[in-house]
């Protein structure tokens, strides 16, 4: 027997599977299909500030960056349609009919929005909070210590108001992503998930326009988020989560391995159908069979940077030819 639960954020998750802020999850009949294919937990599509300042009318007011508009606008025509009226419907709804952890999720860019909202998530019965902060490091006036201080504060703020955990998902866009890690873990967060896969530009060179880049990932873009979970796991005093690039089985036991607590799907579910957290979770059991592993404490870490003899491993940058054989 294998046991697959495991803790994250404090939460009790009967796996450590759980579907990514995405489209799959902004209804109720996605969140039954996801609970029914097998998921350990769901963090629901991000309401995002750009939706909120639209219901305030109040677009013009506190825009912290140059582009900012047209971030609106973009929102708006990807038809991210939910209000943050009939979001919080969603998130009472949901924790009515399922019974696995229902995390609401906030892209947030700003300090301002969240923080009586957020008070309202945790009253609509969210079992925890995931803070998408993506500040777009675009204006060459504001350093890079200035978009930190913003996504420290927005986590403090929101953080003072509710008592459900809460996580936060960054971009890889960090000088220092482990400082920055580590000072949100101090400042109260219960997890990380590392990384968001932002919405890519793209160039049509026949209408010579901007296009959107292909919005799903690859099984080879786990490699970044890979190697930061391995360096931050036993570090960083909170939960660490996976996001980007784990298509399979493989991907996720490698995620474990490293050290994330908890692993988030989402182009694989798109590609391959909500039935591929079925498959995944088959995998991981297989694979834990074969090699005698009984519970995911046993293996969760184990190729961490912590745990290995030879640490400068996982700080190596550059190919150099006796390593890997080509240059
Ligand atoms: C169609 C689509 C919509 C997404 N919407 C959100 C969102 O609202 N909030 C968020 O934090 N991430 C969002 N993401 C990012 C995913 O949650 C995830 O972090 C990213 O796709 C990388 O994981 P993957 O390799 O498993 O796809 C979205 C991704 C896709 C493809």
Redesign the pocket.
Known sequence: MVALSTTYMGLSLRNPLIV????LVNNLPGIRRCVDAGAGAVVL??LFEEQMQAETKDLEQEIWLPGHPEAFEYVSKMGMALGPREYLKLVKEAKEAVSIPIIA?L?CISPKWWVDYAKQIEAAGADALEL?ISVMPSDPKHNSAEIERITFRILQEVKTRIDIPIAV?IGSHFASVARVADELCRRGASALVLF??YYQLDIDIEKLELAPGY???SPH?IYLPLRWIALLAGRVGCDLAV????HDGAGAIKGLLAGATAI?????L?LNGIEQIGRILEEIESWMKKHGIESLDQIRGKLSQMESPNPELYERLQYIKILVGIE
């Open positions: 990514a802020s995405c489209s599509k991000s999720s892209n998408n998902k968001n896969r919005k799903f990932s873009e996001s980007t690039g784990v988030q799907l989402c182009s694989t798109y």
